[in-house]
């Protein structure tokens, strides 16, 4: 089990990060440059490949340190997996090695290869922290993350970018985009990436990722978009209370007209949630990404 941290543990002093979010229908890219510490935003281009939106990307850099990829989910192999124990000396602090028994309780995941292992995040009595290690305290909750992919399929991802600079790090873009609602949301969130022809949803509650799912419908079969949605919410198997935010991003062209339809939605009645939730179109935190579509590519850089 790995502890968190970045992609990339050894970040050069003068980072140039590529971000490529794959996608069924092409590649969408965004470029980021070191300044004093801080990743800024360098241009942005989508193309059918990530060599061809690269050729298209404004201000390239004459040399990529680090790159990421986004990889659909579908054909992933996930678990989101909370540990909780009560530790018998709270006044000490949690040591690396303790998170690292804890997280070996967690059984094998299923899958060729395993890519990508995060923690998504921890509670130490309660309150919620993406780093334990060298806090104080009695009742711990690790919220571990892992995805394993056939190997031709990351084989593949590799051969998409190994122009473009070093060894990627590849990441399920649906993960990062939870991990991006969730500062936004930390009672939770329902979060939904719509494009044209599918959609991946990822559900946060209290602090945890409950899980992640996909369908191949978006929004150009938008009359069908609602039957997928509540296939794929019970899918999810959550139980309890749910979260009362909704948010809509992606590359979909009518993610107003679907938040529309979203409105009429008898959410009360299709899962366990105590009122009608807040539908919104999410928007990047970055300025200079500032399209739903651009969602994706401002979560990956942020796992980067």
Same mark, same amino acid.
């Given at each position: ?8 543990? =050894?970040?050069?002093?003068?980072? /140039?990060?590529?971000?490529?979010? *794959? ?5 969408? *890219?965004a470029?980021? /440059? ?14 059918? @490949? +990530?060599?061809?939106?690269?050729? #298209?990307?404004?201000?390239?850099? +004459?040399?990529i ?11 992933? &192999?996930?678990? @989101? ?9 709270? =006044?000490?602090?949690?040591s ?5 028994? %804890?997280?070996?309780? &967690?059984?094998? *995941? ?8 995060? #923690? ?11 780093e334990?290690?060298?806090?104080m305290?009695?009742?711990?909750? #690790? ?8 190997? @031709?399929?990351? $084989? !593949? %991802?590799?051969? /998409?970018?190994?122009?473009? $600079? !070093?060894?990627?790090? &590849? ?5 990062? &985009? ?9 009672k ?9 022809h599918?959609?991946?949803?990822? *559900? ?6 409950? !899980? ?25 198997? /959550? ?12 590359? +979909? ?21 105590m ?30």
């Open positions: 089990m790995k502890l968190p941290g970045k992609l990339f543990k =050894q970040q050069p002093s003068s980072r /140039h990060l590529l971000v490529v979010q *794959l996608k069924a229908a092409g590649a969408r *890219l470029y980021f /440059h070191d300044d004093q510490g801080e990743l800024l935003f360098g241009g942005n281009a989508a193309a059918t @490949s +990530a060599e061809e939106a690269y050729a #298209l990307l404004p201000n390239k850099p +004459a040399h340190t680090d790159v990421v990829v986004g990889l659909p989910f579908r054909s992933l &192999i996930d678990a @989101s997996t909370v540990v909780r124990y009560r530790r018998s000396a709270p =006044q000490t602090k949690i690396e090695d303790e998170v690292k028994n %804890a997280l070996e309780q &967690i059984p094998p *995941l299923a899958g060729e290869e395993i890519f990508f292992e995060d #923690l998504f995040n921890a509670k130490v009595d309660g309150l919620t922290t993406l334990p290690v060298e806090r305290g009695e009742v711990i909750e #690790l919220n571990y993350y892992q995805a394993s992919a056939p190997k @031709s399929l990351l $084989g !593949g %991802a590799r051969e /998409h970018v190994k122009k473009l $600079g !070093g060894e990627p790090g &590849i990441v399920p873009s649906a993960y990062a &985009i939870a991990k991006l609602s969730a500062q936004s949301a930390p939770g969130a329902l979060t939904l990436e719509i494009d044209q599918s959609t991946e949803i990822s *559900l946060t509650s209290e602090g945890h990722l409950v !899980g992640i799912k996909s369908f191949d419908i978006g929004g150009d079969q938008k009359e069908f978009f609602l039957a997928a949605l509540e296939a794929a919410t019970e899918e999810l198997g /959550h139980t309890e209370l749910w979260p009362e935010s909704v948010y809509l991003c992606g590359s +979909a062209t009518n993610l107003e007209e679907i938040r529309s339809e979203m409105l009429a939605y008898p959410w009360t009645k299709k899962v366990n949630m009122n009608f939730p807040k539908i919104e179109v999410l928007h990047p935190l970055s300025v200079n990404l500032s399209l739903p579509a651009d969602v994706g590519l401002n979560a990956l850089s942020l796992l980067g």
